[in-house]
């Protein structure tokens, strides 16, 4: 080796091994192999540690939900879920506050003898097995609830005497309460647990939280949830991060109403041994929802805890589906609720005017049949109706009257089915309204590319005389007709129906002004919808909707009948009032009531009556 004071020392020398041979040099094969093999063990090892660490980050482990669940959830504050209001500050959704019982096996006493005395006495307390405790114990956890929802009294005796119970305590939390829940369930939705999809989507949650899951809950879910508090491990007074409780909002509904449209729908259903129908009631001047009942309702504070299988399987295998909203999920043959848009469609068009007239001495439209002269096509009317102008053609509800100027015959020229088409897509028929709630059907805009493609077949002139009375493969929610006959009101406004009014905060609404609310200003001229009003107003005067002539106000309205292949077929009835200044449309649908007459005219004449007396309209 070189002697370090002979010379300047070079990087090289520090390599050197006690012979003066660089150690940089392996010229033994078995160590190269051996420096491989330690090399391939390290990386492995680095490899494995950050592919953990990696799972326990981003995966989705049983650890990870151990984690989420157990342990992340102490270290956080939930907040308390916002409370939903009528438009009148009536409460309609809110939170109750629940006891749960907590095991912490680390707390139990060590002393067995003891250890047996304080788990005997709980059991007794709260009448529990004795295997739930002991198998709860096995599991080596460091904490764990044991019953859930115990009640107000036995929470304050408990806590009383907690001392006499080392190892357990109890925990406070909130469950959703829905009062009145059957008027409500449909519009309010409920809550629930986090489902394996939730979490997915919504990856901040705590795994045993609640989430909305239907109607309003699940769609103002950013605004009623609030944000959790993070709890300071050293100084428990003072978190982190302050909890914020979610907002309160306030409805459009009003409470009342609701409940006097749905106990007079559910008194006629009564008498006529019928189960199914819906309702609406809106301001057709700006959409606003006032009331929407769907029959059958259901409970839905029997979700918030999690739904027994057998309460779910009855609701489920109800062969009358109560957990539809008929109101944006049914869809429905329109039936002649759409003759006054197909008729602003005419007049608008120059198929028409006011003063046109035909003649039905037979009840029914025969079209000639160039396959077989002597077997001719019939399209039905209701009655006979005579001679027929464009009023009656509305008032009187006449086919032959939508059959002659809309698919046409051999002496007049129809509208046409691409014009039809167009006025029923102006008047929102065939796309969601927009309603500020999930699940929304689109219903059906019948014309010849929907034939082609659901029947491979092609359009007739006989579709299209169907079309023209709101049949033959049309389809559209309640909801979807009260708005085109609100627009029709309101004389070409199509506006989107909403829910949410605001934030309520310390007993007052912080309004939330609806901007580019207008979905179609429809182009019809003022002149024409004066003439279709008109016809609506004689519909009550003058026609079928005849039992409404003697309310203290004026109303216009349409009935319809559906033809639904059963014995029995749906019964339609809008309206709206009072016709100088609309501030009142309603729908009702009673599903195989036939004669609107017995059945939905008078539930929106009790709506009508009640309305007036307690909430009146403007001057």
């Not at 096996?105 to 059991?123: G, T």
């Not at 506006?495 to 934030?503: N, V």
């Amino acid at each position: 080796m070189n002697n370090l004071f002979d010379k300047d020392i070079t990087p090289e020398d520090l390599f050197l091994d006690r012979d003066g041979n660089s150690a940089l040099y392996i010229n033994n094969l078995n160590n190269y192999k051996h420096l491989i093999f330690l090399s391939f063990i390290v990386v492995l090892v680095i490899g494995l540690f950050w592919f953990r660490v990696f799972q326990l980050q981003f995966g989705n482990t049983k650890e990870q939900d151990l984690v989420q669940s157990r342990i992340i959830s102490k270290n956080y504050i939930k907040p308390l879920r916002g409370n939903i209001y009528d438009r009148n500050g009536i409460i309609i959704a809110y939170n109750e506050v629940v006891f749960s019982l907590v095991l912490k096996p680390e707390s139990l006493p060590k002393e067995e003898e003891f250890k047996n005395k304080v788990l005997q006495d709980i059991r007794s307390f709260f009448d529990l097995n004795e295997s739930t405790i002991t198998e709860v114990i096995s599991r080596n956890e460091s904490e764990v609830v044991l019953l859930d929802n115990i009640s107000q009294e036995q929470a304050i005796t408990f806590e009383v005497s907690q001392d006499k119970y080392p190892g357990f305590e109890l925990s406070r939390s909130s469950i959703r309460q829905y009062p009145n829940a059957q008027y409500f369930s449909h519009l309010i939705g409920y809550t629930g647990k986090l489902s394996e999809t939730d979490i997915i989507n919504n990856p901040k949650y705590l795994r045993d939280d609640i989430i909305g899951k239907k109607g309003i809950e699940k769609v103002y879910e950013s605004r009623l949830k609030g944000e959790y508090g993070i709890i300071n491990p050293r100084n428990t007074d003072i978190p982190i991060k302050s909890v914020q409780n979610g907002e309160s909002i306030q409805l459009t509904i009003d409470a009342e109403l609701q409940k006097v449209l749905q106990d007079s729908i559910q008194e006629v259903l009564s008498s006529k041994d019928l189960t199914k129908a819906a309702g609406i009631v809106m301001n057709p001047q700006s959409g606003e929802v006032l009331a929407m009942v769907s029959l059958p309702s259901f409970d839905n504070n029997l979700f918030t805890t999690g739904i027994s299988q057998k309460d779910y399987n009855n609701l489920i295998e109800n062969k009358d589906n109560p957990l539809l909203n008929r109101c944006i999920s049914g869809e429905y043959a329109p039936a002649s609720t759409v003759k006054p848009l197909i008729a602003t469609g005419l007049l608008q068009e120059g198929i028409i005017t006011g003063n046109t007239t035909i003649n039905d001495p037979l009840g029914r439209l025969i079209v000639d049949n160039p396959y077989n002269p002597d077997q001719p096509f019939i399209y039905p009317d209701w009655k006979i109706h005579g001679i027929s102008n464009t009023y009656k053609s509305i008032s009187d509800s006449v086919n032959v009257f939508y059959y002659t100027f809309v698919g046409g015959t051999a002496k007049q020229k129809g509208l046409g089915i691409e014009k039809l088409v167009q006025y029923y897509r102006y008047y929102g028929f065939g796309s969601p309204t927009q309603i500020d709630l999930n699940a929304e059907s689109q219903g059906n805009v019948a014309d010849p590319a929907w034939k082609q493609e659901t029947k491979n077949e092609s359009w007739l002139l006989g579709d299209t005389y169907n079309a023209s009375i709101g049949q033959g493969g049309m389809l559209a929610t309640p909801l979807q007709i009260l708005n085109s006959v609100n627009a029709i009101a309101t004389k070409g406004k199509l506006y989107r129906p909403y829910l949410y009014q605001g934030i309520r905060k310390d007993d007052k609404l912080e309004l939330d002004i609806k901007e580019n609310n207008l979905l179609q200003d429809i182009p019809v001229s003022q002149e024409n919808y004066d003439i279709v009003k008109e016809a609506m107003r004689q519909t009550i005067t003058d026609g079928t909707g005849y039992p409404l002539k003697d309310l203290p106000f004026t109303t216009a309205g349409k009935t319809g009948t559906a033809q639904t292949g059963r014995v029995k077929n749906n019964s339609w009835f809008v309206s709206y009032g009072p016709t100088e200044n609309p501030e009142l449309s309603i729908i009702v649908l009673v599903e195989e009531g036939d004669e609107s007459f017995q059945t939905t005219i008078p539930i929106t004449k009790k709506v009508y009556e009640w309305y007036y007396q307690n909430r009146g309209f403007k001057e």
